[in-house]
């Protein structure tokens, strides 16, 4: 059974930082292309940042360069986002994804969602 769990959300001050995490179970998580993608309300989900399977290389949003780092660890299963300089707009939900082969096709995999508020 695959489970993505993120945690780490919660309410920080603008300027404020946080760390989510995103613990995968049930696939082989090292070789899964790991996202962030968030959500604000009334909005549509949009990607915020990106790392492939052995790290490397990373994408992020206009909106988060230079503020937010994307990271793994794959002897943890376990996915990352530092996210500094925090603003009101950063406000949404915070989904994990996982996106692989397998023999039977592409796989796509979602967690719950943790939210961030941003507010004084």
């Known amino acids: 059974q695959v489970q993505l769990v993120e945690s780490g959300g919660g309410l920080v001050q603008p300027g404020g930082s946080l760390r989510l995490s995103c613990v995968g179970s049930?696939?082989?998580?090292?070789?899964?292309?790991m996202s962030w993608y968030r959500q604000a309300q009334g909005e549509e989900r949009e990607l915020v940042a990106r790392?492939?399977?052995?790290?490397?290389?990373?994408n992020y949003a206009d909106s988060v360069k230079g503020r937010f780092i994307i990271s793994r660890d794959n002897a943890k299963n376990t996915q990352y986002l530092q996210m500094n300089s925090l603003k009101p707009e950063d406000t949404a939900v915070y989904y994990c994804?996982?996106?692989?082969?397998?023999?039977?096709?592409?796989?796509?995999?979602w967690g719950k969602g943790t939210l961030v508020t941003v507010s004084s």
């Open positions: 994804n996982a996106q692989g082969y397998e023999w039977s096709g592409a796989m796509d995999y």
């Open positions: 790392i492939p399977s052995a790290g490397g290389s990373t």
């Open positions: 049930g696939f082989t998580f090292s070789r899964y292309t």
